[in-house]
């Protein structure tokens, strides 16, 4: 069981690592068969010694997400200007 729970938990970090901005960490955590939150979060500080929070903030925070949401918003902003 325990090798279970660490696998899930790794694919957790994968998966947060290379989650997009409209995931959250609680459907990444239930994806991988993880109901009670608590425990989880409490699993994952104990086994990579970090708050999921941070990391997940700092996923999203890298050079590429963060040009991706610029391109989006240009978009966005060109699409306002024309009065659509």
């Not at 989650?19 to 500080?45: C, M, N, R, S």
Request: charged fraction near 20%; glycine fraction near 4%.
């Amino acid at each position: 069981m325990q090798f279970l729970r660490l696998t899930r938990l790794n694919r957790v970090r994968r998966a947060l690592r290379a989650a997009e901005p409209p995931q959250t960490v609680t459907e990444i955590a239930t994806y991988w068969g993880f109901w009670h939150l608590g425990q989880f979060t409490h699993d994952y500080k104990q086994q990579f010694g970090e708050c999921l929070r941070k990391h997940y903030r700092a996923s999203l925070a890298s050079p590429f997400i963060l040009y991706m949401r610029m391109d989006a918003l240009t978009t966005l902003f060109t699409f306002l200007k024309k009065g659509c």
